[in-house]
């Protein structure tokens, strides 16, 4: 059973507001994702990680930032919510040559 | 460009009654092939992992299979706890740490 952790489950906040989405897992993996899921489409990579102090942009990730200062914590933050990133938000983490495991993830609401 | 498709979008079956989905892919050199089970308000489910043309992995109800150009996952006598949405991921050799993903097959099982 994976264990992968992501707060808060539901936001929904004021456009303008700066927002950080938490993702912590427990298993000592070195690589970590954030994707964005909108109904009927696929996962798009915002943020990925290969390890401590290394972070990497996927094709969503110029509104949002991410650190990876510790193994188990991937925090994503968007500076300014805007509505149009009201979507899904999924953290996975994997070790190499392992599947991704995926945490149940965070509804954002921006209004 | 590295593309992955899944068909039908949606499927409804009879409990009882088998079918298959699709995963076709293009890419540059396929590393593995991973299908995933999405229920609602949840993270992707991993299922299955493979690697080369030929492999088969089976778990119950659900068979994987692999060819050069597209997987299918088998359901045989599916039941209503079958109902989800199947995702289909690959990792290819250009971009070894990133995967994409298909936009699934929702598929529900009518008892």
């Known amino acids: 059973e994976a264990d992968i952790y992501q707060t808060p489950r539901y936001l929904v906040i004021g456009t303008g507001k700066k927002i950080t989405l938490e993702c912590s897992q427990t298993m000592g993996h070195d690589k970590m994702y954030w994707y964005q899921q909108d109904p009927g489409m696929e996962l798009h990579l915002i943020h990925y990680?290969?390890?401590?102090?290394?972070?990497e942009k996927g094709d969503l990730s110029s509104e949002s930032t991410v650190s990876r200062i510790r193994t188990e914590h991937f925090p994503l933050t968007l500076e300014s919510a805007r509505p149009s990133h009201t979507s899904q938000y999924l953290c996975a983490s994997r070790s190499s040559n392992q599947p991704q495991h995926f945490g149940d993830g965070t509804r954002l609401s921006i209004l | 460009e590295d593309q992955v498709t899944q068909s039908p979008e949606a499927l409804r079956l009879q409990e009882g009654e088998s079918s298959s989905l699709n995963c076709s892919y293009t890419v540059s050199g396929l590393r593995g092939l991973f299908w995933y089970r999405q229920d609602p308000g949840k993270g992707p489910e991993f299922l299955f992992t493979l690697y080369s043309a030929g492999e088969e992995k089976e778990k119950e109800r659900l068979k994987a299979t692999l060819t050069k150009k597209e997987s299918f996952l088998h359901i045989t006598a599916p039941k209503p706890e079958d109902s989800a949405t199947y995702l289909c991921a690959v990792q290819t050799a250009n971009t070894g740490n990133q995967f994409y993903f298909g936009t699934g097959t929702s598929l529900t099982v009518i008892p």
């Open positions: 990680s290969y390890g401590v102090n290394s972070t």
